[in-house]
């Protein structure tokens, strides 16, 4: 069995995107999840849909967006006191640096959600970051919501995580406060503590939508001995107690669903905020 969802997406345009789950049995933890979600709780940060419009422009809004909540943050009762701005010029270490208080903060009624904000706002301009080839499509939609259900990662569940992406594919999101092994990589993360890198171990409802072009073979060989590399030279299986080749290691993304809405990046443009989800049914 399947589940189809719809996904209202806003900005300049409005868009519809259906999607059908797959069959695998991990699937139904995220489909418990996201179910449960749409229909008793509300979208959390919908504001997460990145590069559907000019990339500089969209990086200077998030680094404003960054700067104002690191304000907010030293001028609240918080106990932490970030002593580092985000620059347009080093923006790519000073993410890395400011996303260790994040992790390192004790998150109070007072301050959550201005931690929250600052932590999405972050791994935004991560993504914004990341370097157009040839206009090609990089669009990224991420779903959330306020409260949902966890679930521990099945062991079935490993072998499926994969660091190719296909245009329109829906992936279990990152739900857990930390660093992923993936993700230190593509942003060269040296400020990271070892007790900060978690890989995924749980599943919920939140999703990350991948709206830019298929992973070709070649590159997905290049990557995997570069990510081998780099997990070797940094040490980072002494720092997490697991040996390279580890399915635990979760690296990449886990594949939950397809879009089937025919739909190509270019009518996208102009989108920046999810509007609501849908679920539609259940499908044999």
């Given at each position: 069995m399947s589940i189809n969802f719809r996904v209202h997406l806003t900005g300049s345009k409005n868009v519809e995107l259906d999607f059908k789950t797959y069959g695998h049995s991990y699937v139904k933890l995220f489909e418990d999840s996201l179910v449960d979600a749409i229909h008793n709780s509300s979208l959390r940060h919908?504001?997460?849909?990145?590069?559907?419009?000019?990339?500089?422009?969209?990086?200077?809004?998030?680094?404003?967006?960054?700067?104002?909540?690191?304000?907010?943050?030293?001028?609240?009762?918080?106990?932490?006191?970030?002593?580092?701005?985000?620059?347009?010029?080093?923006?790519?270490?000073?993410?890395?640096?400011?996303?260790?208080?994040?992790?390192?903060?004790?998150?109070?009624?007072?301050?959550?959600?201005?931690?929250?904000?600052?932590?999405?706002?972050?791994?935004?301009?991560?993504?914004?970051?990341?370097p157009r080839q040839d206009n090609n499509a990089i669009g990224q939609v991420y779903l959330d919501f306020h409260n949902k259900k966890f679930f521990d990662m099945p062991e079935s569940a490993l072998e499926h995580f994969t660091i190719s992406r296909k245009y329109g594919e829906c992936y279990v999101n990152y739900c857990q406060i930390g660093r992923h092994i993936f993700e230190m990589f593509n942003n060269q993360d040296e400020h990271?503590?070892?007790?900060?890198?978690i890989p995924l171990n749980k599943i919920s409802g939140s999703a990350y939508i991948w709206?830019?072009?298929?992973?070709?073979?070649?590159?997905?060989?290049?990557?995997?001995?570069?990510?081998?590399?780099?997990?070797?030279?940094?040490?980072?299986?002494?720092?997490?107690?697991?040996?390279?080749?580890?399915?635990?290691?979760?690296?990449?993304?886990?594949?939950?669903?397809?879009?089937?809405?025919?739909?190509?990046?270019?009518k996208l443009i102009g989108?920046?905020?999810?509007?609501?989800?849908?679920?539609?049914?259940?499908?044999s």
């Amino acid at each position: 069995m399947s589940i189809n969802f719809r996904v209202h997406l806003t900005g300049s345009k409005n868009v519809e995107l259906d999607f059908k789950t797959y069959g695998h049995s991990y699937v139904k933890l995220f489909e418990d999840s996201l179910v449960d979600a749409i229909h008793n709780s509300s979208l959390r940060h919908p504001y997460k849909v990145y590069n559907f419009s000019d990339q500089q422009t969209e990086i200077k809004e998030q680094l404003d967006k960054i700067n104002t909540t690191i304000d907010a943050i030293n001028n609240s009762q918080s106990d932490t006191f970030i002593d580092r701005k985000i620059n347009y010029d080093t923006y790519a270490d000073d993410v890395n640096y400011v996303h260790t208080h994040f992790v390192d903060s004790h998150v109070s009624e007072i301050d959550g959600e201005a931690f929250g904000d600052l932590n999405n706002h972050l791994h935004g301009l991560e993504i914004l970051q990341s370097p157009r080839q040839d206009n090609n499509a990089i669009g990224q939609v991420y779903l959330d919501f306020h409260n949902k259900k966890f679930f521990d990662m099945p062991e079935s569940a490993l072998e499926h995580f994969t660091i190719s992406r296909k245009y329109g594919e829906c992936y279990v999101n990152y739900c857990q406060i930390g660093r992923h092994i993936f993700e230190m990589f593509n942003n060269q993360d040296e400020h990271a503590h070892d007790d900060h890198i978690i890989p995924l171990n749980k599943i919920s409802g939140s999703a990350y939508i991948w709206l830019g072009p298929n992973t070709g073979f070649e590159t997905f060989k290049q990557k995997t001995k570069q990510i081998e590399e780099w997990f070797t030279t940094n040490s980072i299986g002494k720092k997490i107690g697991m040996d390279w080749g580890d399915p635990k290691l979760a690296i990449g993304w886990l594949p939950v669903g397809r879009m089937t809405t025919d739909i190509n990046y270019e009518k996208l443009i102009g989108i920046n905020e999810i509007k609501k989800v849908d679920y539609l049914d259940e499908t044999s």
